[in-house]
């Protein structure tokens, strides 16, 4: 059996002990939901919503940092979800098959493939809808307690997407895609 690391599982060693210190932090200040963007924040490219290769290929290209962050979220039983405007659905949840074998079914993707709307009467504008479809369907599994606004994490390399959530009294952080490893560091200052 091969020991050899898979990419996204890569890293500096640190990396996982230093992704659920980050974690600690976050649920310590009530937050049981990361709703995640995927192009240039879960990944470190931007696929422009038309991959044209594998799954498996694309999994390379997940930020080690997103591979252990959520990792420890659903370790520890916070909700995840991936909030994207990318009509590639299908794609993503491959890649987060082959992450996550034991949990994605239990990450709801909301994307612009149009498979969703939200017929609630919050607004519409960033991640805001996707945020809410993914929390009625998260509802639906029971479990993991409520989530709010103020219990929900929105990490997004868009600045309006990151606007947008903060004026709507979602807590949201944006990530640099050019020095993402400073997110832990902006997540315990933030939080
Ligand atoms: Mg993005």
């Not at 794609?91 to 996550?100: D, G, P, Q, S």
């Not at 504008?125 to 994490?153: C, F, N, P, W, Y």
Request: proline share 6%; hydrophobic share 45%; charged share 15%.
């Amino acid at each position: 059996m091969s020991t050899a690391p898979r990419p996204y599982a890569g890293g500096p060693a640190s990396l996982p002990s230093a992704c659920s210190a980050a974690l600690a932090h976050v649920r310590a200040a009530g937050i049981n939901f990361l709703a995640l963007d995927f192009d240039l924040t879960i990944l470190s490219i931007h696929t422009g919503g038309a991959w044209p290769s594998s799954p498996a290929s694309l999994s390379s290209h997940v930020r080690p940092l997103f591979y252990h962050l959520i990792s420890a979220a659903l370790a520890a039983g916070m909700s995840v979800a991936v909030v994207t405007f990318s009509p590639q659905v299908p794609v993503i949840r491959e890649v987060l098959a082959l992450l996550f074998p034991q949990h994605a079914s239990r990450i709801p993707i909301r994307g612009g493939d149009r498979s969703w709307s939200y017929e609630g009467g919050g607004s519409a504008a960033g991640k805001q809808a996707h945020m809410a479809s993914a929390v009625e369907e998260l509802g639906e599994g029971g479990g993991g307690g409520d989530i709010t606004r103020a219990s929900t994490l929105l990490i997004d390399d868009d600045a309006n997407n990151i606007s947008v959530a903060l004026a709507e009294g979602v807590r949201a952080i944006w990530l640099n895609p050019k020095d993402s490893d400073r997110l832990l560091e902006n997540i315990t200052d933030m939080i």
